[in-house]
């Protein structure tokens, strides 16, 4: 079994969970089925992605054919941009995923983005000008509040962010009576997010990396990713481990939870082979090394930039950094 993180909870997290972003429904079945037959305890699902009903019907395939039980598993879901508001509202948004997802709890429930769209069944709302119809009266601190509630419903275990900058952290922890458990983020050697990760730290908040390969074959990458970097081939040759497998490590080494993704039943095996071997501290330095600022980042969110809570404004300052 593998290495588990504590949580400020006093909860234990796998330190390596399957990453759903960008499956099909129809590849989310099997990479679900494959990945908790290969050992994955922990499931990274969000409802944006839209393929949590084949999630779920994945992890009840599994929990009937013996392999696991539900206590067994730590699910992950995220409360979607358009269910900021009210307690209600917040409510409905998580029993979305949890009827999809077939759970009667949720082991972890994050606010996906630090800002809300327009309530309504549309993931991605149109304000009658063609843009995406941010919603700016509620803040993330009130979305909290009713975070707080659904943990004191027992409807979900822990409750933490996902996408908030340090800034949006500190507001959170002046009005939490549960401090997040963790904060999502990108991160890998291309964005290293070392201020952020020191930052949760420091305030007992977990990192859980998202996009840990780089996200090769994402839309918005436009030059190599991290696993394509000559360096981290050369440590791949070193240990007779694949890149894939040098950046997994490579987070686990940092005290950080991470989610890679992959639908291919080999690479969703290979992925979690990774507690036979440790990079040297001259190897962590070199992976350190690569970092590329906010040009690292891939995933940006630049339609919802208007809003006041878009957390990447750096991005957006033309010439910074
Ligand atoms: P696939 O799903 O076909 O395996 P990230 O987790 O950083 O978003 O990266 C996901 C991307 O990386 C997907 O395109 C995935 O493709 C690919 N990928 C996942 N695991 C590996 C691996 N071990 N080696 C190479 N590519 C991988």
Redesign the pocket.
Known sequence: SQPMMRMNSGCDMPMIGI?T??MTPCQALDAVRCAIGFGYRHIDCAHVYQNEREVGQAMQDKIADGTVCREQLFVTGKLWNTYHGCYEVVKQGLEKSLCDLKLSYLDLFLIHWPFGFENGCELFPKSPDGELALKKDIHFTNVWKSMELLVHERLVRNIGVSNFNSTQIDQLLQVATIPPAVNQVEC?PYLNQVCLSTFCRERGIQLVA?????????ENRTSPGP?DDPVVKCIANNHKK????ILIRYQIQRGHAV??????AE?IC??FNVFDFCLMEHEMNQLLGLEKGKQGRVVQYTDACAHPEYPFKELLSEGAE
């Open positions: 990453g972003w960008k890998h998202y996009s840990p390969l780089g996200s090769p074959g994402y696993i694949t890149p894939a497998q989610i890679p993704k992959s639908v291919n690479r290979q992925n």
